[in-house]
């Protein structure tokens, strides 16, 4: 496994520098850059507009990529695919690919672990190894980004009439309108704010124009609801999306299932939500996670509409995903319909995420509980 540093862990700054230190034209760094990003190389040797001892140099100094799939499930219908890698230190990380009629919407880390120890969730139940770099959490996104186009062109190639040596992966099911990632969801193991700095870097990185020119609005980062950084990231201006998990309206039921509730309470939790829309003029979504005879009452869905009335928002309603060591069930449909319900008669906006990949454990860490556990 590599054990260099990666190449996705500079800044373009930082690249530049390098390269001058290199004794190299400054062009040379925009080229390399494009070949990242632009690009996608997943190799030196692709990086063909490079001269051989510069591609030899960025080899042995640095990994392209730090990223090993350690095991890859594709669900039974197609439509989910989840990778777990394995880091140089033996961490390990889980990113799905989540594929829908018209987009394709990857789930990214942003820690090895999670301190939060949200009780109903695998990756807290697991404990808390490392921070990842910003190279970690983009190379998730490139990682899939890489595999989307690659299929596409296999399936190309087909078109054309060429010989392809092995047959089009089930990515190139053409119930996907169109093979590149078009949503990016920081949802994944890990809580995002807690790790900020390496955050902020990959955002930037996503979004820039000569890189991977990645819209920042189809980027949503997702919170258990650090008070002081959701104030910091109102003050960013970022066209990034932010969701809070909720999944309780008052604090003793919250607290119970998120123990970050007993710093941030309600009270001081939802003022923050209100204050981050006031300030950025953006929309917030809240996470509900169902389950069944604990946040799914009607009184729950009274006091969630009581509790963010007024505020630009959106409920994002989430049958849960079931976990070895969290002893709850997803609601039924009947409770779901009338959460809802209450809801829709207190002009709340809410959605009901679908259901993805619960046969190849695509829940937030439990293929990496199921490893830590065998280790």
């Not at 009439?161 to 992966?169: A, I, S």
């Not at 790790?195 to 000569?210: E, G, I, K, T």
């Not at 998120?258 to 939500?273: E, M, Q, S, T, W």
């Amino acid at each position: 496994m590599q054990t260099q540093p990666s190449l996705y862990d500079l800044s373009f700054e930082q690249l530049q520098a390098r390269i001058a230190a290199w004794a190299q034209p400054t062009f040379r760094a925009r080229q390399i850059w494009e070949w990242l990003y632009v690009h996608l190389a997943d190799s030196y040797d692709r990086m063909t507009n490079l001269p051989k001892p510069l591609r030899d140099r960025l080899a042995a100094e640095f990994a392209l990529g730090r990223l090993t799939p350690q095991i890859d499930r594709l669900s039974s219908d197609g439509w989910t695919r989840k990778i777990l890698f394995a880091l140089p230190d033996n961490a390990y990380i889980e990113t799905v690919l989540m594929e829908y009629d018209t987009r394709n919407t990857v789930c990214a880390s942003t820690q090895a672990g999670c301190a939060m120890g949200c009780t109903f969730c695998a990756t807290g139940q697991s404990g808390f190894q490392r921070n990842l770099s910003a190279g970690e959490i983009i190379e998730q996104v490139l990682f899939f980004e890489r595999a989307l186009r690659k299929s596409e062109g296999e399936k190309e190639r087909r078109r054309d009439g060429e010989t392809v040596g092995k047959p089009v992966d089930q990515l190139t099911d053409p119930r996907s309108t169109d093979h590149r990632i078009t949503n990016v969801v920081l949802m994944g193991m890990g809580e995002p704010f807690a790790n900020y700095n390496a955050l902020l870097d990959a955002l930037h990185r996503f979004s820039d124009p000569v890189g991977y020119n990645f819209g920042a609005r189809r980027i949503t980062i997702s919170t258990v609801g650090l008070v002081p950084m959701i104030e910091r990231f109102a003050q960013e201006k970022s066209q990034v999306n932010l969701a809070v998990s909720l999944h309780a309206a008052t604090d003793d039921l919250r607290e119970s299932m998120l123990p970050i509730n007993k710093r941030y309470p309600l009270g001081v939790l939802i003022p923050a939500c209100r204050t981050y829309t006031e300030t950025t003029h953006r929309r917030i979504s809240f996470e509900w996670a169902l389950i069944e005879d604990v946040n799914d009452t009607p009184e729950q869905a009274r006091l969630l509409a009581h509790l963010i009335k007024g505020m630009v928002c959106h409920v994002n309603l989430i049958p849960l995903n079931p976990t070895r060591d969290f002893s709850g069930r997803a609601s039924t449909r009947e409770r779901i319909v009338a959460f809802r319900a209450v809801l829709d008669n207190s002009h709340i906006p809410n959605t009901l995420r679908i259901r993805r990949g619960i046969d190849i454990n695509a829940g937030c860490g439990q293929l990496r509980q199921s490893v830590i556990s065998n280790l």
